[in-house]
RNA sequence: GUGGAGGUAGCUCAGCUGGUAGAGCUCCAGGUUGUGGCCCUGGCGGUCGCGGGUUCGAAUCCCGUCCUUCACCCCA
Protein backbone atom coordinates (compact mmCIF):
# COMPACT_ATOMS: atom_id res chain seq x y z
CA UNK A 1 0.00 0.00 0.00
CA UNK A 2 1.59 2.85 -1.21
CA UNK A 3 0.15 6.10 -2.46
CA UNK A 4 -3.93 5.88 -0.98
CA UNK A 5 -6.10 6.44 -4.26
CA UNK A 6 -9.94 6.70 -4.86
CA UNK A 7 -10.87 3.03 -6.11
CA UNK A 8 -11.19 2.89 -9.69
CA UNK A 9 -14.24 4.27 -11.43
CA UNK A 10 -14.50 6.83 -8.61
CA UNK A 11 -13.34 10.49 -7.94
CA UNK A 12 -13.22 13.02 -5.89
CA UNK A 13 -15.16 16.37 -6.81
CA UNK A 14 -12.47 18.81 -5.76
CA UNK A 15 -14.14 22.68 -4.18
CA UNK A 16 -14.31 24.09 -7.79
CA UNK A 17 -15.73 21.50 -9.47
CA UNK A 18 -17.90 20.98 -6.28
CA UNK A 19 -20.09 24.34 -6.50
CA UNK A 20 -20.76 24.02 -10.51
CA UNK A 21 -22.55 20.30 -9.42
CA UNK A 22 -24.26 22.62 -6.86
CA UNK A 23 -25.04 24.88 -9.55
CA UNK A 24 -26.36 21.97 -11.69
CA UNK A 25 -28.89 20.23 -8.58
CA UNK A 26 -30.27 23.44 -7.42
CA UNK A 27 -30.96 24.39 -11.01
CA UNK A 28 -32.52 20.75 -11.28
CA UNK A 29 -34.95 21.20 -8.13
CA UNK A 30 -36.22 24.62 -9.72
CA UNK A 31 -37.13 23.27 -12.60
CA UNK A 32 -38.49 20.28 -11.12
CA UNK A 33 -40.70 22.01 -8.55
CA UNK A 34 -42.11 23.94 -11.63
CA UNK A 35 -43.64 21.02 -12.43
CA UNK A 36 -44.64 19.71 -9.09
CA UNK A 37 -42.12 17.06 -8.50
CA UNK A 38 -40.90 16.85 -4.61
CA UNK A 39 -37.59 14.93 -3.79
CA UNK A 40 -37.18 12.00 -2.06
CA UNK A 41 -33.91 10.24 -0.85
CA UNK A 42 -33.62 6.13 -0.49
CA UNK A 43 -30.77 4.04 0.84
CA UNK A 44 -27.51 3.86 -0.81
CA UNK A 45 -28.56 0.36 -1.05
CA UNK A 46 -31.35 -2.26 -1.36
CA UNK A 47 -32.42 -6.00 -1.25
CA UNK A 48 -30.42 -7.43 -3.76
CA UNK A 49 -33.64 -9.05 -4.78
CA UNK A 50 -35.57 -5.50 -5.59
CA UNK A 51 -33.01 -5.05 -8.72
CA UNK A 52 -32.77 -9.09 -9.38
CA UNK A 53 -36.99 -8.54 -10.29
CA UNK A 54 -37.18 -5.11 -11.20
CA UNK A 55 -34.57 -4.28 -13.34
CA UNK A 56 -34.24 -8.14 -15.01
CA UNK A 57 -32.26 -10.92 -14.44
CA UNK A 58 -31.46 -10.88 -17.96
CA UNK A 59 -30.17 -7.81 -18.19
CA UNK A 60 -26.14 -6.62 -18.35
CA UNK A 61 -27.21 -4.41 -15.14
CA UNK A 62 -27.81 -7.54 -12.92
CA UNK A 63 -25.66 -10.12 -14.44
CA UNK A 64 -22.51 -8.57 -14.11
CA UNK A 65 -22.50 -4.87 -12.94
CA UNK A 66 -24.20 -4.94 -9.20
CA UNK A 67 -22.02 -4.05 -6.18
CA UNK A 68 -23.33 -7.01 -4.36
CA UNK A 69 -22.79 -7.83 -0.62
CA UNK A 70 -24.12 -9.67 2.88
CA UNK A 71 -24.00 -8.15 5.94
CA UNK A 72 -23.28 -9.61 9.17
CA UNK A 73 -26.77 -10.64 9.15
CA UNK A 74 -26.61 -12.67 5.88
CA UNK A 75 -29.07 -10.25 4.23
CA UNK A 76 -28.06 -10.02 0.46
CA UNK A 77 -27.84 -6.19 -0.14
CA UNK A 78 -26.96 -4.26 -3.46
CA UNK A 79 -25.68 -0.69 -3.88
CA UNK A 80 -28.12 1.09 -6.08
CA UNK A 81 -27.31 0.57 -9.76
CA UNK A 82 -29.81 2.68 -10.63
CA UNK A 83 -32.77 5.14 -9.16
CA UNK A 84 -36.25 3.26 -10.53
CA UNK A 85 -37.03 0.33 -8.51
CA UNK A 86 -35.99 2.01 -5.35
CA UNK A 87 -38.82 4.85 -5.78
CA UNK A 88 -41.12 2.26 -6.96
CA UNK A 89 -40.26 0.26 -3.50
CA UNK A 90 -40.88 3.50 -1.68
CA UNK A 91 -43.72 4.13 -3.52
CA UNK A 92 -45.47 0.49 -2.50
CA UNK A 93 -44.04 -0.01 0.65
CA UNK A 94 -45.28 3.80 1.82
CA UNK A 95 -48.57 3.59 0.30
CA UNK A 96 -48.36 6.37 -1.50
CA UNK A 97 -51.05 5.20 -4.59
CA UNK A 98 -53.31 7.09 -1.47
CA UNK A 99 -51.99 10.52 -2.21
CA UNK A 100 -53.07 11.93 -5.51
CA UNK A 101 -52.19 10.50 -8.70
CA UNK A 102 -49.59 10.55 -10.88
CA UNK A 103 -47.10 10.97 -7.54
CA UNK A 104 -43.71 13.09 -8.31
CA UNK A 105 -40.63 12.30 -7.41
CA UNK A 106 -37.19 13.62 -7.81
CA UNK A 107 -34.03 12.50 -6.59
CA UNK A 108 -30.14 12.86 -7.37
CA UNK A 109 -28.35 10.44 -5.49
CA UNK A 110 -24.76 8.23 -6.83
CA UNK A 111 -25.00 4.67 -8.86
CA UNK A 112 -23.15 2.30 -8.53
CA UNK A 113 -22.14 -0.48 -11.56
CA UNK A 114 -19.39 -2.54 -11.83
CA UNK A 115 -18.33 -1.63 -15.13
CA UNK A 116 -14.77 -0.34 -17.11
CA UNK A 117 -14.59 3.26 -16.61
CA UNK A 118 -14.31 5.19 -19.59
CA UNK A 119 -14.70 8.80 -20.75
CA UNK A 120 -18.14 9.85 -19.21
CA UNK A 121 -18.53 6.14 -17.25
CA UNK A 122 -17.73 5.89 -13.63
CA UNK A 123 -18.06 2.63 -11.45
CA UNK A 124 -19.97 5.24 -8.84
CA UNK A 125 -21.78 8.12 -10.52
CA UNK A 126 -24.64 10.33 -9.83
CA UNK A 127 -27.54 10.82 -11.39
CA UNK A 128 -30.73 13.53 -11.16
CA UNK A 129 -33.92 11.91 -12.25
CA UNK A 130 -37.62 12.05 -11.85
CA UNK A 131 -40.45 9.60 -11.96
CA UNK A 132 -44.02 10.03 -12.17
CA UNK A 133 -46.15 7.23 -10.45
CA UNK A 134 -50.19 6.40 -11.12
CA UNK A 135 -51.31 7.93 -14.00
CA UNK A 136 -51.01 6.17 -17.97
CA UNK A 137 -52.16 9.54 -19.70
CA UNK A 138 -49.34 10.69 -22.57
CA UNK A 139 -49.95 13.85 -21.12
CA UNK A 140 -47.44 12.76 -18.09
CA UNK A 141 -44.42 11.42 -20.62
CA UNK A 142 -44.65 14.53 -22.18
CA UNK A 143 -44.73 16.40 -19.59
CA UNK A 144 -41.74 14.77 -18.37
CA UNK A 145 -39.68 14.54 -21.58
CA UNK A 146 -40.06 18.45 -21.54
CA UNK A 147 -39.15 18.60 -17.82
CA UNK A 148 -35.42 17.34 -18.32
CA UNK A 149 -35.07 19.20 -21.87
CA UNK A 150 -36.28 22.53 -19.78
CA UNK A 151 -33.10 21.44 -17.28
CA UNK A 152 -30.79 21.01 -20.13
CA UNK A 153 -31.90 24.67 -21.44
CA UNK A 154 -31.66 26.55 -18.17
CA UNK A 155 -28.31 24.94 -17.87
CA UNK A 156 -27.70 25.99 -21.03
CA UNK A 157 -26.51 22.57 -23.04
CA UNK A 158 -27.95 23.02 -26.49
CA UNK A 159 -27.58 20.68 -29.44
CA UNK A 160 -29.04 17.49 -27.83
CA UNK A 161 -30.97 15.01 -30.19
CA UNK A 162 -34.23 14.27 -28.53
CA UNK A 163 -34.98 10.45 -30.02
CA UNK A 164 -38.10 8.41 -29.05
CA UNK A 165 -38.98 4.86 -29.85
CA UNK A 166 -42.22 2.97 -28.52
CA UNK A 167 -41.67 -0.76 -26.60
CA UNK A 168 -44.99 -1.52 -27.00
CA UNK A 169 -46.50 -3.38 -24.04
CA UNK A 170 -47.72 -7.18 -22.76
CA UNK A 171 -50.46 -7.21 -25.86
CA UNK A 172 -48.19 -6.17 -28.86
CA UNK A 173 -44.50 -6.67 -27.94
CA UNK A 174 -44.21 -10.55 -27.18
CA UNK A 175 -45.62 -11.03 -31.22
CA UNK A 176 -43.11 -8.68 -32.18
CA UNK A 177 -40.30 -10.17 -30.49
CA UNK A 178 -41.22 -13.42 -32.28
CA UNK A 179 -41.39 -11.60 -35.39
CA UNK A 180 -37.94 -9.88 -35.00
CA UNK A 181 -36.65 -13.25 -33.96
CA UNK A 182 -38.04 -14.86 -37.43
CA UNK A 183 -36.32 -11.87 -38.67
CA UNK A 184 -33.28 -12.76 -37.54
CA UNK A 185 -32.96 -16.15 -37.70
CA UNK A 186 -33.29 -16.00 -41.57
CA UNK A 187 -30.33 -13.89 -41.76
CA UNK A 188 -28.23 -15.50 -39.52
CA UNK A 189 -25.46 -15.96 -41.90
CA UNK A 190 -25.08 -12.08 -42.22
CA UNK A 191 -25.03 -10.85 -38.77
CA UNK A 192 -21.98 -10.79 -35.73
CA UNK A 193 -21.38 -13.82 -33.33
CA UNK A 194 -23.14 -11.66 -31.05
CA UNK A 195 -26.00 -10.84 -32.83
CA UNK A 196 -26.40 -14.25 -33.55
CA UNK A 197 -26.62 -14.87 -29.80
CA UNK A 198 -28.79 -11.92 -29.09
CA UNK A 199 -31.11 -13.79 -31.31
CA UNK A 200 -32.89 -16.19 -29.18
CA UNK A 201 -31.44 -14.38 -25.14
CA UNK A 202 -32.75 -10.68 -26.60
CA UNK A 203 -33.49 -9.92 -30.29
CA UNK A 204 -34.32 -6.27 -29.25
CA UNK A 205 -30.67 -6.02 -28.49
CA UNK A 206 -29.31 -6.40 -32.03
CA UNK A 207 -30.46 -2.93 -32.74
CA UNK A 208 -27.73 -1.67 -30.60
CA UNK A 209 -25.08 -3.32 -32.45
CA UNK A 210 -22.77 -1.27 -33.96
CA UNK A 211 -21.08 -3.19 -36.66
CA UNK A 212 -22.04 -2.07 -40.19
CA UNK A 213 -23.10 -5.65 -41.83
CA UNK A 214 -25.41 -5.98 -38.59
CA UNK A 215 -26.70 -2.46 -38.84
CA UNK A 216 -27.49 -3.06 -42.52
CA UNK A 217 -29.49 -6.32 -41.78
CA UNK A 218 -31.49 -4.51 -39.46
CA UNK A 219 -32.91 -1.52 -41.23
CA UNK A 220 -34.69 -3.99 -42.99
CA UNK A 221 -35.99 -5.42 -39.91
CA UNK A 222 -39.84 -5.02 -38.59
CA UNK A 223 -39.74 -1.76 -36.64
CA UNK A 224 -42.16 -2.24 -33.55
CA UNK A 225 -43.69 0.82 -34.48
CA UNK A 226 -45.34 -0.53 -37.18
CA UNK A 227 -46.55 -3.57 -35.35
CA UNK A 228 -48.03 -1.46 -32.00
CA UNK A 229 -51.46 -2.66 -30.95
CA UNK A 230 -53.91 0.07 -30.99
CA UNK A 231 -53.79 1.34 -27.67
CA UNK A 232 -50.14 1.34 -27.77
CA UNK A 233 -50.14 3.67 -30.75
CA UNK A 234 -52.00 6.04 -30.35
CA UNK A 235 -50.23 6.38 -26.89
CA UNK A 236 -46.97 6.94 -28.52
CA UNK A 237 -48.79 8.99 -31.37
CA UNK A 238 -50.31 11.46 -28.80
CA UNK A 239 -46.93 11.04 -26.89
CA UNK A 240 -45.11 12.82 -30.05
CA UNK A 241 -47.76 14.86 -30.90
CA UNK A 242 -47.69 16.71 -27.83
CA UNK A 243 -43.68 16.74 -27.67
CA UNK A 244 -44.19 18.74 -31.04
CA UNK A 245 -47.12 21.00 -29.65
CA UNK A 246 -44.75 22.15 -27.24
CA UNK A 247 -41.51 23.29 -29.64
CA UNK A 248 -39.77 19.75 -29.13
CA UNK A 249 -38.68 17.52 -32.13
CA UNK A 250 -38.65 14.12 -31.36
CA UNK A 251 -37.04 11.86 -34.20
CA UNK A 252 -38.57 8.16 -33.58
CA UNK A 253 -35.95 6.17 -33.47
CA UNK A 254 -36.39 2.82 -33.43
CA UNK A 255 -33.09 1.28 -32.55
CA UNK A 256 -33.45 3.30 -29.37
CA UNK A 257 -33.89 -0.36 -27.00
CA UNK A 258 -33.13 0.57 -23.41
CA UNK A 259 -31.17 -2.08 -21.78
CA UNK A 260 -33.76 -2.06 -18.67
CA UNK A 261 -36.58 -5.03 -18.80
CA UNK A 262 -39.23 -2.73 -17.13
CA UNK A 263 -39.67 -0.78 -19.77
CA UNK A 264 -42.77 -0.52 -22.08
CA UNK A 265 -44.49 2.09 -24.70
CA UNK A 266 -42.59 5.10 -24.41
CA UNK A 267 -38.82 5.49 -24.38
CA UNK A 268 -36.46 8.45 -25.01
CA UNK A 269 -33.47 9.72 -24.70
CA UNK A 270 -31.03 12.97 -24.92
CA UNK A 271 -27.33 12.58 -27.25
CA UNK A 272 -24.52 14.62 -27.54
CA UNK A 273 -22.73 14.43 -30.26
CA UNK A 274 -19.97 16.29 -28.03
CA UNK A 275 -19.52 13.49 -25.71
CA UNK A 276 -17.58 10.22 -27.17
CA UNK A 277 -18.75 7.02 -27.23
CA UNK A 278 -21.12 7.32 -24.50
CA UNK A 279 -23.11 10.03 -25.82
CA UNK A 280 -26.35 9.51 -23.41
CA UNK A 281 -26.59 12.28 -21.47
CA UNK A 282 -30.01 11.46 -20.46
CA UNK A 283 -33.19 9.16 -20.84
CA UNK A 284 -35.99 6.89 -19.50
CA UNK A 285 -39.31 6.24 -20.52
CA UNK A 286 -42.41 4.40 -19.01
CA UNK A 287 -42.90 1.08 -16.76
CA UNK A 288 -46.11 0.30 -16.65
CA UNK A 289 -45.15 -3.06 -14.90
CA UNK A 290 -43.02 -2.40 -12.76
CA UNK A 291 -44.81 -1.68 -9.43
CA UNK A 292 -46.53 -5.02 -10.19
CA UNK A 293 -43.79 -6.85 -10.66
CA UNK A 294 -42.23 -5.69 -7.31
CA UNK A 295 -45.13 -6.32 -5.24
CA UNK A 296 -47.25 -3.59 -5.23
CA UNK A 297 -50.76 -3.37 -7.29
CA UNK A 298 -50.86 -2.46 -11.16
CA UNK A 299 -49.59 1.08 -11.33
CA UNK A 300 -48.45 2.71 -14.04
CA UNK A 301 -44.99 4.76 -14.13
CA UNK A 302 -42.56 7.17 -16.05
CA UNK A 303 -39.33 8.33 -15.87
CA UNK A 304 -35.89 9.32 -16.34
CA UNK A 305 -32.52 9.43 -14.99
CA UNK A 306 -29.29 11.78 -16.48
CA UNK A 307 -25.73 12.05 -15.48
CA UNK A 308 -24.49 14.65 -13.81
CA UNK A 309 -21.04 14.19 -15.13
CA UNK A 310 -22.33 13.76 -18.55
CA UNK A 311 -24.24 16.99 -17.89
CA UNK A 312 -20.94 18.69 -16.90
CA UNK A 313 -19.11 17.29 -19.89
CA UNK A 314 -21.46 18.61 -22.29
CA UNK A 315 -21.41 22.01 -20.37
CA UNK A 316 -17.58 22.04 -20.53
CA UNK A 317 -15.24 23.74 -18.42
CA UNK A 318 -16.79 27.05 -16.54
CA UNK A 319 -14.97 29.56 -14.91
CA UNK A 320 -15.67 29.37 -11.32
CA UNK A 321 -16.55 32.26 -10.56
CA UNK A 322 -15.53 32.20 -6.91
CA UNK A 323 -15.14 35.41 -5.18
CA UNK A 324 -12.52 36.10 -2.27
CA UNK A 325 -13.21 36.92 1.68
CA UNK A 326 -14.37 40.06 2.30
CA UNK A 327 -11.70 40.76 4.20
CA UNK A 328 -8.27 39.41 5.09
CA UNK A 329 -6.75 40.41 8.48
CA UNK A 330 -2.77 40.62 8.59
CA UNK A 331 -0.93 40.74 11.80
CA UNK A 332 2.16 42.68 11.88
CA UNK A 333 3.13 42.14 15.68
CA UNK A 334 2.71 38.73 17.32
CA UNK A 335 0.90 39.80 20.26
CA UNK A 336 -1.51 40.74 18.70
CA UNK A 337 -2.22 37.62 17.27
CA UNK A 338 -4.79 36.77 20.09
CA UNK A 339 -6.61 39.94 19.48
CA UNK A 340 -6.85 39.71 15.85
CA UNK A 341 -8.21 36.17 16.51
CA UNK A 342 -11.26 37.43 18.43
CA UNK A 343 -11.78 40.27 15.82
CA UNK A 344 -12.27 37.86 13.36
CA UNK A 345 -14.63 36.03 15.54
CA UNK A 346 -16.73 38.91 16.10
CA UNK A 347 -17.31 39.58 12.06
CA UNK A 348 -18.01 36.36 11.48
CA UNK A 349 -20.42 35.68 13.70
CA UNK A 350 -22.15 39.38 14.31
CA UNK A 351 -22.31 40.07 10.64
CA UNK A 352 -21.83 36.54 8.83
CA UNK A 353 -19.02 38.12 7.03
CA UNK A 354 -16.45 36.11 5.28
CA UNK A 355 -13.50 36.61 7.14
CA UNK A 356 -10.00 34.98 6.82
CA UNK A 357 -6.72 35.53 8.70
CA UNK A 358 -3.63 33.79 8.69
CA UNK A 359 -3.31 30.20 10.32
CA UNK A 360 0.35 29.01 9.00
CA UNK A 361 2.51 31.72 10.89
CA UNK A 362 3.43 33.61 7.80
CA UNK A 363 5.35 36.44 8.04
CA UNK A 364 3.08 40.22 7.84
CA UNK A 365 4.43 39.90 4.24
CA UNK A 366 3.28 36.74 3.45
CA UNK A 367 0.34 37.33 5.21
CA UNK A 368 -0.60 40.29 2.74
CA UNK A 369 0.63 38.47 0.05
CA UNK A 370 -1.67 35.79 0.72
CA UNK A 371 -4.61 38.41 1.12
CA UNK A 372 -3.92 39.12 -2.00
CA UNK A 373 -3.77 35.83 -3.92
CA UNK A 374 -7.37 35.24 -2.07
CA UNK A 375 -9.13 37.59 -3.49
CA UNK A 376 -9.98 39.04 -0.47
CA UNK A 377 -11.66 42.81 -1.29
CA UNK A 378 -9.86 44.35 1.71
CA UNK A 379 -6.99 43.84 4.21
CA UNK A 380 -7.12 44.63 7.65
CA UNK A 381 -4.03 45.99 8.75
CA UNK A 382 -3.42 45.49 12.26
CA UNK A 383 -0.32 46.43 14.69
CA UNK A 384 1.62 48.57 12.03
CA UNK A 385 4.32 50.01 14.36
CA UNK A 386 3.37 53.90 13.38
CA UNK A 387 -0.62 53.65 14.41
CA UNK A 388 -2.28 53.48 17.45
CA UNK A 389 -1.83 49.99 19.30
CA UNK A 390 -5.85 50.36 19.21
CA UNK A 391 -6.63 50.81 15.24
CA UNK A 392 -6.52 48.90 12.37
CA UNK A 393 -5.90 50.18 8.95
CA UNK A 394 -8.76 48.71 6.33
CA UNK A 395 -7.23 48.99 2.43
CA UNK A 396 -9.01 48.29 -0.31
CA UNK A 397 -6.85 46.30 -2.29
CA UNK A 398 -8.39 46.68 -5.36
CA UNK A 399 -7.69 50.48 -5.50
CA UNK A 400 -5.82 50.76 -2.68
CA UNK A 401 -7.78 53.57 -0.74
CA UNK A 402 -7.35 53.06 3.03
CA UNK A 403 -9.06 54.16 6.42
CA UNK A 404 -7.50 53.97 9.48
CA UNK A 405 -10.40 52.32 11.80
CA UNK A 406 -10.30 51.71 15.65
CA UNK A 407 -10.14 48.11 16.44
CA UNK A 408 -13.65 48.34 18.92
CA UNK A 409 -15.49 50.14 15.74
CA UNK A 410 -14.46 47.62 12.84
CA UNK A 411 -18.17 45.49 13.25
CA UNK A 412 -19.17 49.35 12.68
CA UNK A 413 -17.41 49.64 9.96
CA UNK A 414 -17.88 46.60 7.97
CA UNK A 415 -21.75 46.76 8.64
CA UNK A 416 -21.77 50.34 7.22
CA UNK A 417 -19.38 49.60 4.43
CA UNK A 418 -21.80 46.02 3.53
CA UNK A 419 -24.85 48.65 3.57
CA UNK A 420 -23.62 51.36 1.03
CA UNK A 421 -22.49 48.17 -1.23
CA UNK A 422 -26.00 46.60 -1.01
CA UNK A 423 -27.77 50.21 -1.88
CA UNK A 424 -25.77 50.46 -4.98
CA UNK A 425 -26.80 48.97 -7.74
C1' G B 1 -14.32 -9.57 -19.48
C1' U B 2 -11.43 -7.93 -24.47
C1' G B 3 -8.17 -4.45 -27.23
C1' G B 4 -5.02 0.36 -28.04
C1' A B 5 -2.18 4.40 -25.44
C1' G B 6 0.30 5.93 -21.10
C1' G B 7 2.51 5.95 -15.91
C1' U B 8 9.40 10.92 -14.00
C1' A B 9 8.68 16.49 -8.13
C1' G B 10 1.83 19.02 -5.51
C1' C B 11 0.62 20.51 -11.13
C1' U B 12 2.27 20.53 -16.64
C1' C B 13 6.22 18.06 -18.74
C1' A B 14 11.78 17.26 -20.70
C1' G B 15 15.30 13.37 -20.22
C1' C B 16 18.13 11.26 -27.94
C1' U B 17 20.46 5.29 -29.66
C1' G B 18 21.34 2.52 -21.26
C1' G B 19 26.21 5.82 -17.40
C1' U B 20 23.71 6.98 -10.55
C1' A B 21 17.29 13.16 -12.53
C1' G B 22 15.93 18.42 -14.90
C1' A B 23 12.65 22.81 -16.28
C1' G B 24 8.36 25.86 -15.69
C1' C B 25 4.37 26.75 -12.34
C1' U B 26 2.97 26.27 -7.14
C1' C B 27 4.57 26.64 -2.01
C1' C B 28 8.03 28.99 1.94
C1' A B 29 11.81 32.67 2.96
C1' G B 30 15.03 36.89 1.67
C1' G B 31 15.79 41.39 -1.48
C1' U B 32 13.12 45.69 -3.90
C1' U B 33 8.20 48.47 -3.40
C1' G B 34 7.37 52.87 3.90
C1' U B 35 3.00 47.34 3.75
C1' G B 36 0.43 42.54 -1.56
C1' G B 37 0.28 42.20 -6.98
C1' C B 38 5.84 42.84 -11.14
C1' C B 39 10.97 41.63 -10.83
C1' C B 40 15.57 39.30 -8.54
C1' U B 41 17.79 35.45 -5.15
C1' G B 42 17.55 31.15 -2.30
C1' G B 43 15.01 26.96 -0.19
C1' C B 44 11.42 22.73 0.39
C1' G B 45 10.02 18.85 -2.79
C1' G B 46 11.22 12.66 -6.69
C1' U B 47 12.04 4.51 -3.81
C1' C B 48 11.72 7.84 -12.01
C1' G B 49 3.89 3.21 -10.40
C1' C B 50 5.42 -1.69 -8.23
C1' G B 51 8.11 -6.55 -8.76
C1' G B 52 11.52 -9.36 -11.41
C1' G B 53 15.18 -9.91 -15.56
C1' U B 54 19.37 -8.39 -19.05
C1' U B 55 23.91 -5.41 -17.98
C1' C B 56 29.97 -3.38 -14.95
C1' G B 57 25.79 0.11 -14.80
C1' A B 58 18.50 1.13 -16.39
C1' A B 59 14.02 6.45 -15.64
C1' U B 60 15.95 4.69 -20.38
C1' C B 61 15.86 -2.47 -22.94
C1' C B 62 12.69 -7.25 -21.72
C1' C B 63 8.69 -9.81 -18.82
C1' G B 64 4.92 -9.54 -15.23
C1' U B 65 1.66 -6.71 -12.28
C1' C B 66 -1.19 -2.47 -10.59
C1' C B 67 -3.21 2.10 -11.93
C1' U B 68 -4.83 5.91 -15.44
C1' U B 69 -6.94 6.72 -20.11
C1' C B 70 -9.62 5.68 -24.88
C1' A B 71 -12.58 2.04 -27.28
C1' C B 72 -15.69 -2.70 -27.37
C1' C B 73 -19.90 -4.61 -24.32
C1' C B 74 -23.61 -1.77 -21.88
C1' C B 75 -25.39 2.44 -19.81
C1' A B 76 -26.04 8.08 -17.03
Redesign the pocket.
Known sequence: M??P?????T?DLLPDDAEGRDLVVATAAVVFAAYGYRRIVTPEFEDTALFERGVGEA???VRK?MYTFSDKGGRSLTLRP?GTAPICRAYVEHGMHKLPQPVKLWYYAP?F?Y?????????E?F?LGAEAIGSADPQVDAEIIAMLAQLYEELGIGELRLAVNSMGDQVCRPAYVERLRDFLGGRQAELCP?CRE?TQLNPL?TF????ETCRAVLGEAPQIVDHLCADCRAHFERVTLLLGDIGLDPQVDFRL????DYYTRTTF?FSSAHL?????????GRYDGLIELIGGSPTPGVGF???V??ISLVMGVRESAKSGPDAYFVCYDERLRARVFTLVQQLRSELLLEVDLDL???????Q??????SGALR?V?VG?E?LDPGTA?V?D??N?D?DDVALDALADWFAAANDTAEGAP
Do not use: F, I, N
Open positions: SEQAPKGYTDMEEMRERPQAGRYRHQERRDCKKVRGLEGAQSGVGGGGTGERAGRTPKGLKQADRALLWRRLRGE
